[in-house]
């Protein structure tokens, strides 16, 4: 049946005006057909103010400087109304961060949030050492707490600990309500259960505190002052930025230098179920330590290689390196704690980078002896590889270590990253175990032309915010989106211009 309107009305048509009607819809639907085929690519290359990340061929030159960062600079300030926080909160927040040094930034980031977004005054967050590092030193001993308050004086009222209560001429200490946040747990989780535990009990627990704020959240202001929190307020205490100082300025006295996180330890290993390269004896260690530290789970070896989810050896590591066109004149710092399998795994990698270096090869004084264990010694590890001119990780899932460094490098200018794609890597190394090496160095560049080398980019899952946060704590002088905009030069004033505000409004309240 025809549609109305569409069909002629006057006799039949004609062989040539059939062919021509012919004609004129493959044309129609040939152009439907591009434009459906540029759509689809242009979506799949991400959003419309998404850079490219897209590289021809891969220039070991280009490798040693900062990433391109396409217009964009890190911008952490608010760009939005933010008001300061009232003088009257709606109580105290305790939280206990639980973990490594890293897991623990994370977890101060959230608390921040988490205070901000209740309304609440911030108890200096507490750090879990003992269960982790054996180490007491805490918030106190790891980070600048005068710098920690100051920096985030516009954001959330922090105090060192819960003063007491005075009431009817009397002191009483306000115990806090012990409450257990569900993981990832949303905003509204805050606002409801734990704000109205807070106003019954004047103060609440969060306990453990890792993991336990969502961290995709649509609001850019909240991300920003997470932002704020890890990359500005959370500065190490002096001795150990300057030990740190000292050991880079010893490893560039030579040139520049690449860092490499090789993450080759027992608790991987283990957690990662990646057993059969090991003699029986480490194989019973790493299964025992798994069976005590983790969930059981179904692990074969050969299936967890071929989809990447083994740690690379030493020796990968070296390779892909090779194969990108570093030599053996490349000085290279590690971080990392003990090897598992120790120098038969370490000696093929050694044989192709000789100049390899650690903290205690490099700065081996009585200073390093006393300020570098522990949390303090993954401190001195984190901030000589933020200050590397390359760092490359070799187990950037569960690794936190990894994750911030990359994020904390995306805003320290775009510095370059090397991430290796395992899965996309282990059936080449596979193959070349097999005797397959013909063509082995082009096929590693090849998968390495596909990863991002530190420029900005989408994040898309399982990326985690930590790990890239662009845009939201990135701007443009001449941005088309007015939400990318860098904030005004006088944003600080803006800032303090609210506090002083409130600080008056509260001084007249109480007149």
Known sequence: MRRPGFHRQHGRQGVGSGFKAMVVKLSVAALVLLICTLSLFYSSTGTSNAPSSFRSEIRLAELWNNADSSGWKPSSSPRTHWPPPPTETNGYLRVRCNGGLNQQRSAISNAVLAARIMNATLVLPELDANSFWHDDSGFYGIYDVEHFIKTLRYDVKIVEIIPENQKNGKKKKIKAFPMRPPRDAPISWYTTDALKKMKEHGAIYLTPFSHRLAEEIDNPEYQRLRCRVNYHALRFKPHIMKLSQSIVDKLRAQGPYMS????????????????????????????????????????????????????????????????????????????????????????????????????????????????ARGLAGSAVDYMVCLLSDIFMPTYDGPSNFANNLLGHRLYYGFRT??????????????????????????????????????????????????????????????????????????????????????????????I
Not at 435 to 455: H, P, S, W, Y
Request: hydrophobic share 35%; net charge neutral; proline share 7%.
């Open 260 to 371: 490499i996180h090789l993450r080759f330890e027992m608790d991987m290993l283990a957690f990662a179920g990646c057993f059969d390269i090991f003699t029986p004896k480490e194989q019973k260690i790493l299964k025992k330590y798994r069976e005590e530290n983790f969930a059981p789970k179904r692990l074969v070896y050969n299936e967890r290689r071929a989809i990447g989810k083994c740690p690379l050896t030493p020796e990968e590591v070296g390779l892909i390196l090779r194969a990108l066109g570093f030599d053996n004149s490349t000085r290279i710092y590690l971080a990392a704690g003990d090897l598992f399998g120790g120098e038969r795994f370490m000696n093929p990698f050694r044989s192709l980078f000789p100049r390899l270096e650690n903290h205690s090869s490099v700065e081996n004084s009585e200073e390093l002896a006393q300020n």
């Open 417 to 510: 990253t090397i991430r290796p794609d395992r899965k996309a890597l282990a059936p080449i190394f596979i193959d070349r175990e097999n005797g397959r090496t013909a063509g082995f160095e082009e096929a590693i560049r090849k998968v390495m032309l596909t990863t991002n080398f530190g420029e900005p980019h989408k994040r898309i899952s399982p990326e985690s915010f930590y790990t890239n946060s662009w845009p939201e704590c990135f701007c443009q002088t001449a941005a088309k989106n007015p939400a990318d905009r860098c904030p005004p030069n006088d944003i600080l004033n803006i800032l303090d211009n609210g506090l002083q505000k409130e600080a008056t409004e509260q001084t007249n309240s109480t």
